[in-house]
């Protein structure tokens, strides 16, 4: 194809780890030696796949390995992966800001990349200098800047504080002048990192139209994010990258599914307890607290999936009747839903021993982080065992087979109630 | 897909060893403009006197000298007037390490920026250079000024044809300041140690330049380590353009600076294009 406007070919990347600066004379010095007498650069061959973590046997690794792919006029590319996986890396590389350490890439037309928002801001100028600044260090010339000042002004909203300091500007104020002079770059391929997506809702709101804006106008854009909801609606094609390599390329739907089903791999979570114990008797504890059906090894939960979690109780001492219950709080405290055994009308005797306790709870928990505390009390009341928010969860926006997932960016509430419409007509 | 198609850019591990994108700096003129302006405005933003500072400094500096070195330590200056004699010296020693002290820093102070968007980096230690050509300027204008009122008040200054070489001198500290601050500059980006070293080792360089003790002063060995510094031809050229040429003055020495800066600007572009491309991963 002849509208291909970005290719790239067995890109790679190496870095040291550890303390730069410390014996680094000495590998210059052995780089150039091998160099001199024509031999391969004796740490090249030391690097080794990208896994953070596991200890590896070697000071470098190959942050980016062996990654190929083609980009056509018109494309929205998402590059999604988990952390570490090498996206930003890649970024890095296409925005020029570092170099490759093999391959090469060829790119038709001008790149401007959006790593960040406000990039080179000086505090003590105004913002009406600002935005030239930022402007040129983007890559717009003078006049191309000036005949979008007043739109740039515009969109941001800060006309009255224009010729004011923008380090007397409140933090949404900036950030707003900012992403108004990133969003009037009129380059041909635009490369954005999630840095874009901070801010409030609105602002959220106004970077994905207006990115949704340039797509349509025929430019090129690559686009790095979490947010699987903004990577689905805004993107076109995918790549899902895995320890520095391209694990999946195809179509973002197809993409997004196929980095869903990678979190499967490892499903469970296990938890210090000590930390988090505010009441105990020598009488029973839970030795162990692990959440089943989650992803990467995380506290991650799918939209409108189940809760399961396993314990291990260990009894000291017999008891008759026990209360078991569990407290799902929000992050700031909110006591949100309680379960306990009795609500269902069984209480739990134990004798002396372990037990192994599974609970399973409806998740009607709408997308975010919910923290989990256990109880242990006597019939009485009496608490014997508690672990306070000793179990954060993470409800993802997305549900596991996709097709009920949660479609918006935005939540209501924090409990979706069971209901029942009835439409009738009359 | 054929290969001879039009490519806008190819980016590959490792260029070639000399590379100076004219064309491309030149497309980033405007952001060239913004640095200069940016590092001139900012400085005196806030200040009551302003821009008043950049004559402050200098008068303060050279009144300092006159006091310590011409009055109290009764150093000679070769029976030119003192204030004058010092003024010439400070000025130009000021825009040379100026021009070092602040392109020396351009990898670490702008890390920030050059880690998130990608223009020529050369901009910015040019940026800095040409701030530091127009703060010279301004103080160059305030030595004239003093110069004229002091050579209508005293017969013993001899302006003369050499000040026809006073643009080509100061091409000459900028490209050497330039050029040495680069080389610092691309060091420190894996090697810290050298920041600490630049920022006392301008002052002592200092000492080994006629900018307080004239040339005459220096004698055997410490002269010829005087003769040495590049910066002394200039210095000294710069002196006797406005205050008179004195007996041992010789063009030669500027023909010696020449190549030095020749050499070292050269060698600079050359391990600043090795940099650039990889110091974010080092800085």
Known sequence: MSNTVIKVENLGKQYRLG?????????????????VRGKEDPFLKLGEVNDRTQKGISDFVWALKDVSFDVNQGDVL?????NGAGKSTLLKILSRTTSPTTGSYKVKGRIASLLEVG??????????????????????????????????????????????????????????????VAAHLESEILIVDEVLAVGDQEFQDKCIGKMKNVSSSGRTVIFVSHNMAAVKSLCTKGI?????????????????????????????????????RTYKSSIIEFSKVELENLTEGSNKIYFNKNI?????????????????????????????????????????????????????????????TYNLTFGIHRADGRTLEYVENCLPIEILSIASDDSTGHKYDFKLGYVRANSDWRLQKI | MSNNEEWDLIVKPKSSWFEFNFKEIWRYRDLLFMFVKRDIVSTYKQTILGPLW????????????????????????DDKPKFLFYLAGTTCWNYFADCLNSTSGTFINNAGIFGKVYFPRLISPLSVVISSVLKF??????????????YFNDANLQPNKLMLLIPFLVLLMGIMGLGLGIIVSSFTTKYRDLRFLISFGIQLFMYITPVILPLSQFKGIMKK???????????????????????????????????????????????????????????
């Open chain 1, 78 to 82: 998402g590059i999604i992966g988990k």
């Open chain 2, 137 to 150: 300027l301004i103080q160059f204008l305030l030595f004239v000024a003093v110069f004229i009122v002091m």
């Open chain 1, 240 to 276: 899902l990258m895995s320890k520095g390599s391209i694990q999946y390329q195809g179509s973002m739907q197809e993409t997004v599914q196929e980095y869903i089903k990678g979190m499967h791999q490892h499903s469970k979570f296990e938890i210090n307890l000590k930390e988090y």
């Open chain 2, 54 to 77: 950049f004559f402050i400094q200098p008068i303060l500096t050279a009144l300092t000298f006159t006091i310590i070195f011409g009055n109290i330590a009764n150093l000679s200056t």
């Open chain 1, 119 to 180: 990039t080179g801001f000086h505090p003590e100028l105004s913002g009406r200098e600002n935005i030239f600044l930022n402007g040129a260090i983007l890559g717009m010339t003078k006049s191309e800047i000036k005949s979008k000042f007043d739109e740039i002004v515009d969109f941001s909203g800060v006309e009255r504080y224009i010729d004011t300091p923008v380090k007397r500007y409140s933090s949404g104020m900036y950030v707003r002048l900012a992403f108004g």
């Open chain 1, 19 to 35: 303390d730069i600066g410390t014996g680094t004379i000495s590998h210059d010095l052995n780089r150039w030696w091998a160099r």
């Open chain 2, 225 to 283: 380590v005087v003769m040495a510094n590049p910066m002394t031809p200039i210095i000294e050229t710069f002196k006797a353009a406005f205050l008179g040429v004195p007996n041992d003055y010789s063009v030669n020495g500027l023909f010696y600076t020449t190549a030095f800066t020749v050499v070292v600007f050269c060698l600079a572009i050359l391990i600043f294009n090795k940099v650039e491309k990889s110091f974010m991963d080092t800085v």
């Open chain 1, 308 to 368: 399961k979690i396993n314990f291990v109780i260990d009894c000291f001492e017999k008891i008759d009747n026990a209360l078991l219950d569990c407290k799902i709080n929000t992050i700031d405290g909110v006591e949100l839903i309680h379960a306990m055994n009795q609500y269902s009308g069984e209480l739990h005797s134990m004798d002396i021993g372990s037990y192994s306790l599974n609970l399973e709870l409806q998740n009607n928990l709408q997308p975010g």
